[in-house]
């Protein structure tokens, strides 16, 4: 709120805001700068953690793909950090990598807040089958997504980023 003035020869003006109103202004974006920032950063985990698994259900696919058109076995093999996914040839030779954003690890689904074991390796065969698998994205906030894959078909469920815990 400008307020008049008017000095001692009788110039007249508008003053600035006083040192109050500015006080006020600052409080309200400090205070809603308290509910933004952390929403802002729940998004961004979350984010990274979908990324993670739309990069762990593509190589899934190029498994099975691969598989299917070169007629020979692959298979992803995840080491027990859990923090690097690999795609193998039946020879031996990794063909592709995934390296997980640190804190992100993939894991077989555990009770509650814990995760469960290692993975080891899941099979994808030129039949376009694979090895049943139920496996987890977790982050260290303890959210987690899912993938399931379903051995006949070789098909990939990937669910939305859930709470970890009952």
């Known amino acids: 709120m400008y307020r008049k003035w008017q000095d001692k020869v009788g110039r ?6 006083t040192l109050i109103e500015l006080v006020v202004v600052l409080v309200l974006l400090v205070a809603a700068a308290t ?9 961004f985990a979350n984010l990274q ?10 190589l899934f696919l190029q498994a099975k793909s691969r598989a299917l058109q070169e ?7 995840v080491p027990a950090e859990g923090a690097r996914v690999f795609l193998v040839r039946e020879d031996g030779a990794v063909v592709n990598r995934v390296v997980l954003p640190a804190g992100i690890s993939v894991r077989q689904p555990g009770e509650g807040e814990e995760p469960g074991p290692p993975i080891g390796s899941i ?11 139920q496996l ?9 997504v899912e993938l399931r894959l379903e051995p006949l078909a070789g098909t990939l469920e990937v669910t939305g980023v859930l709470r970890a815990g009952p």
């Open 123 to 133: 099979r994808f065969f030129p039949n376009g089958m694979s090895e049943s698998v």
């Open 35 to 43: 509910v933004v920032i952390p929403t802002i950063s729940r998004a």
């Open 12 to 17: 007249t003006g508008e003053r600035g805001f």
């Open 49 to 58: 953690l979908r990324a993670a698994a739309h990069s762990v259900a593509t």
């Open 71 to 77: 007629g020979r076995t692959y298979q992803i093999v």
């Open 136 to 144: 987890e994205l977790r982050d260290a906030r303890a959210y987690r």
